[in-house]
């Protein structure tokens, strides 16, 4: 029995989320496990890093799975993509020890949120970006957003039923930039909550539109009450592009941009 890792990414807009549901809808997970089952020759259960909801994509998503099947590790990358819709895709493969976990190893999480920030609609990519016709002041949008650095209680930026024992999480990174009509969110942390990032975007969207001061955010995360908070902004603009483990797992480190960005550098 091996276990092998994966780097796998995905235009979410066609799938109901990445995990397989009792409900016969189309799912990440489902799409990848019948096309792995078809290269091992037997059934394949992936492990993630991180589920995503539906709509959500992801440039650098880790998954790992054990199998009795004797292959090539380019097999599962040659082979998976054989059997896979073109709107996913398995990037890279390694042999990982059999104690390797995709999502307890995990140190670091990192995701984009791209926003339209203009008052016409993007007709190429309107399931790839957030609009947002309000003109948003990236400066005051970043500013606020520093006061959710470190270790905090997250319960107002938490789904209202997210199933997480804690709110604890700890965010490395966050900041806010703009290259023309597309304003960036980066936000790196050990781990999510449910939406977590969707309700901080949410957040910071009427912080950046002048509705809400930038002192919003540091009350928000005071009070603890997601009653309190703003909108969960759409899925689609969401993009997970970054894992992280301990450097003895030998797997691909560092962000995985979506192509459309080019080489468009991140704060």
């Known amino acids: 029995m091996a276990r092998i890792a994966l780097g796998i990414s995905y235009n979410g807009a066609?799938?109901?989320?990445?995990?397989?549901?009792?409900?016969?809808?189309?799912?990440?997970?489902?799409?990848?496990?019948?096309?792995?089952?078809?290269?091992a020759d037997?059934?394949?259960v992936v492990i993630c890093a991180g589920r995503t909801d539906s709509g959500v994509?992801?440039?650098?998503?880790?998954?790992?799975?054990?199998?009795?099947?004797?292959?090539?590790?380019?097999?599962?990358?040659?082979?998976g993509n054989a059997n896979l819709p073109d709107n996913i895709s398995v990037n890279w493969s390694r042999l990982v020890p059999v104690e390797f976990n995709a999502r307890r190893a995990a140190t670091l999480r990192r995701y984009l949120y791209l926003i339209n920030n203009s008052k016409?609609?993007?007709?190429?990519?309107?399931?790839?970006?957030?609009?947002?016709?309000?003109?948003?002041?990236?400066?005051?949008?970043?500013?606020?957003?520093?006061?959710?650095?470190?270790?905090?209680?997250?319960?107002?930026?938490?789904?209202?039923?997210?199933?997480?024992?804690?709110?604890?999480?700890?965010?490395?990174n966050i900041s806010v930039s703009r290259c023309g009509e597309l304003?960036?969110?980066?936000?790196?942390?050990?781990?999510?909550?449910?939406?977590?990032?969707?309700?901080?975007?949410?957040?910071?969207?009427?912080?950046?539109?002048?509705?809400?001061?930038?002192?919003?955010?540091?009350?928000?995360l005071a009070i603890k009450d997601r009653t309190k908070g703003g909108i969960t902004a759409p899925p689609h603009g969401l993009y997970m592009i970054q894992v992280d483990y301990p450097a003895t797992y030998g797997l691909p480190?560092?962000?995985?941009l979506p192509h459309f960005m080019g080489t468009l550098p991140l704060s």
């Open 183 to 220: 304003v960036i969110v980066d936000i790196a942390a050990n781990a999510f909550l449910h939406h977590m990032v969707r309700n901080i975007v949410g957040v910071l969207m009427d912080v950046g539109c002048g509705e809400k001061p930038v002192s919003w955010v540091s009350q928000l």
């Open 42 to 44: 037997h059934p394949i």
């Open 14 to 39: 066609a799938y109901h989320g990445w995990q397989i549901q009792n409900q016969n809808i189309a799912t990440v997970q489902d799409e990848l496990q019948k096309a792995l089952s078809v290269v």
């Open 120 to 172: 016409i609609r993007s007709a190429l990519m309107p399931e790839l970006l957030t609009k947002e016709h309000r003109s948003l002041d990236v400066s005051t949008m970043h500013e606020s957003a520093q006061a959710l650095l470190g270790e905090n209680d997250f319960t107002s930026f938490r789904a209202a039923n997210c199933q997480s024992l804690t709110a604890m999480r700890n965010i490395h």
């Open 57 to 79: 994509h992801a440039t650098h998503q880790v998954v790992h799975f054990d199998t009795q099947a004797n292959r090539e590790l380019n097999s599962w990358i040659s082979g």
């Open 253 to 256: 480190q560092g962000p995985s």
